[in-house]
């Protein structure tokens, strides 16, 4: 494609240089193709300007840039942010992906991924052709796409464009979209629109990237500002807030509040919970295979993003219905020892709030709680996560998450002083694996234990490694291990 092309609806200048054929875009220097397009960006450690001619070298056919840069042979192109030009030129590139597909964009603190996979279910049931884009990995149609993430949140602009391409190209009537508060704040969904934005909630995470609560919620409000209509939790306090002046229409759902769609008769059983919410001017019964009131808020969001795409109240019923659950998110590991074993991703304060509270309501004897908190990440939650686990648990194993770069004793230090705040009984095992075989060692018949914050993670990242690990199997070894001894 011509550089020329790909400045539609760009405001830009030319630095020096003409047109040339684009056969590529890339944002990182050292990955560059012949024919590329390289993006200078400003990035959180790094000026990518300072790699420009590193690029030209590697083949990139044309630079774009905030600032003149010691390129040349090549057009290089001004623009006033270049994060803000590659939504659109990425956009362009791709051939307006999105065009043709609705776009629903899921953001929040916690239960973006189960509002995307109970919106899917919902879509197929009414004969849709739906694709997720989570932050791990997209799907469309069941099968997985092959493109790679480069990062473990939103994908960055190129990817996610060449994602909803490829979703495009196998028939995809409907896209269900994880957006983080840092792909917002990094401009990586500018050059799309939202046929529904979904707010879920809004409580401390990510204060390492943000800074501060204003800032993370004004992220989260960008989302706002690109969609058609905005479906919030009313019964959050920062649900106004997301759409005040955001010029979207507004849906609202929740359990307490005044709202367009509300949860109500709200029963729960050992596998699932039952409400009673009213759609089209009808009064249904609806039931979610997870016995805890978040899963009810996470289904009242899709239902309401449903309810935006005009899907008939029968189809969303069976859809939920039909849904077995989400992985990692509030997921039992089957045994026969009497024993509840939970794994969930729970990672921030209030997410470990949330699902110990609900496994407290379940809980016949004990409630042990395994966890400990990600390295090179918001270190003021550590202290707070380790308060709510001794408040809420009969017994706290604090252990590694994903450490990263940081040591993991340093991590678990700081999570045992609030769990010392307390006074409850805890244990201290820096692997993982062994934390969760002694929390199921000691579990006798009649508890529960919860094991939080990886969820449907399938790896450990360490300073010089990453290692695969999934909490699902190593607590269902770690079942049939005490079951062997016992």
């Known amino acids: 494609m011509d550089l020329k092309e790909l400045l539609a609806n760009v405001e830009h200048n030319f630095l020096y240089g003409g047109d040339a054929e684009i056969t590529g875009l890339s944002i990182d220097s050292r990955e560059v193709a012949p024919g590329d397009l390289f993006f200078c960006i400003k990035g959180l450690t790094h000026d990518s300007h300072l790699f420009a001619v590193d690029a030209v070298k590697r083949g990139a056919a044309a630079v774009v840039a905030e600032r003149p840069c010691d390129v040349f042979g090549v057009p290089v192109v001004l623009v006033g942010s270049s994060r803000k030009a590659l939504g659109r030129m990425a956009s362009n590139f791709y051939g307006d992906p999105a065009s043709g597909m609705n776009l629903i964009g899921v953001t929040g603190t916690n239960g973006k991924t189960s509002v995307t996979y109970y919106l899917e279910s919902i879509l197929n049931a009414a004969g849709r052709k739906p694709g997720v884009v989570g932050t791990m990995k997209a799907r469309a149609l069941g099968g997985e796409i092959d493109v790679k993430y480069k990062t473990s949140t939103t994908p960055d602009t190129p990817e996610l464009m060449k994602i909803l391409a490829a979703m495009r190209g196998a028939?995809?009537?409907?896209v269900c979209m994880e957006v983080t508060s840092h792909s917002l704040a990094l401009y990586k969904v500018d050059g799309l629109r939202f046929k529904a934005g979904v707010f879920t909630n809004l409580t401390q995470d990510h204060l390492d990237f943000h800074g501060t609560m204003e800032d993370y919620k004004a992220a989260k409000k960008r989302l706002f500002a690109l969609c058609e209509t905005g479906v919030t939790n009313a019964d959050d306090a920062a649900a106004k807030e997301m759409t005040d002046g955001a010029g979207c229409g507004v849906l609202t759902y929740g359990i307490y509040s005044d709202c367009d769609i509300r949860a109500a008769d709200i029963e729960y059983d050992a596998y699932g919970a039952r409400f009673t919410a009213a759609l089209y001017g009808e009064e249904l019964r609806f039931y979610v295979s997870a016995p805890v009131k978040f899963a009810v808020y996470n289904a009242l969001a899709a239902i309401a993003a449903a309810v935006v795409l005009d899907i008939p109240a029968g189809h969303i019923s069976d859809g939920l219905k039909n849904f077995s659950g989400v992985p990692g998110r509030f997921q039992r590991v089957p045994n026969d020892a009497g024993v509840t074993v939970v794994v969930d991703y729970a990672h921030t304060p209030d997410g470990l709030k949330n699902v110990l509270g609900s496994a407290r309501e379940l809980c016949g004897?004990?409630?042990?709680?395994?966890?400990?908190?990600?390295?090179?990440?918001?270190?003021?939650?550590?202290?707070?996560?380790?308060?709510?686990?001794?408040?809420?648990?009969?017994?706290?194993?604090?252990?590694?998450?994903?450490?990263?770069?940081?040591?993991?004793?340093?991590?678990?230090?700081?999570?045992?002083?609030?769990?010392?705040?307390?006074?409850?009984?805890?244990e201290i095992y820096e692997d993982r694996k062994a934390a969760i075989y002694a929390a199921v060692a000691r579990a006798k018949r009649g508890d529960t234990v919860v094991v939080a914050g990886k969820g449907h993670e399938e790896y450990q990242e360490f300073k010089n490694r990453t290692v695969r690990f999934v909490d699902a199997e190593v607590a269902a070894d770690a079942l049939l291990e005490a079951r062997a001894t016992a």
Do not use: Q, W
Request: charged share 35%.
């Open 171 to 174: 028939g995809a009537t409907d």
């Open 365 to 426: 004897g004990r409630l042990i709680c395994v966890f400990g908190c990600g390295g090179d990440r918001d270190k003021s939650k550590r202290r707070e996560m380790g308060r709510i686990a001794g408040e809420l648990s009969d017994h706290v194993f604090v252990t590694s998450d994903n450490p990263r770069s940081e040591e993991p004793m340093d991590i678990i230090k700081e999570i045992e002083k609030g769990v010392l705040e307390t006074g409850r009984p805890y």
